[in-house]
């Protein structure tokens, strides 16, 4: 059986990011696992708003913060 992704909710949206805007850059709350109640910053395609749970398949991993230049 394939092994099913990580539960985590979006708390805060902090900026866009790609060539085009395309990606928003989010920090969510891991909902279940080894990683429950910490806080990753992920980047996420698509519509998004604060609330919305997504579905990690990796939840150890985190996104670059996005830095001025």
């Known amino acids: 059986m394939a092994e099913q992704g990580t539960p985590a909710e979006i708390?805060?949206?902090?900026?866009?990011?790609?060539a085009n805007g395309e990606i928003i850059q989010v920090l969510c709350?891991?909902?279940e696992g080894e990683?429950?109640?910490r806080i990753k910053?992920?980047?996420v395609k698509g519509n998004c708003k604060v609330g919305?749970?997504?579905?990690l398949l990796s939840a150890e991993r985190e996104a670059k913060e996005i830095r001025a230049r």
Do not use: S, Y
């Not at 919305?52 to 579905?55: C, E, G, K, R, S």
């Open 41 to 43: 910053r992920r980047n």
């Open 35 to 37: 990683e429950k109640g």
């Open 29 to 31: 709350r891991i909902l």
């Open 11 to 18: 708390v805060e949206i902090v900026k866009r990011t790609g």
């Open 52 to 55: 919305d749970v997504l579905i």
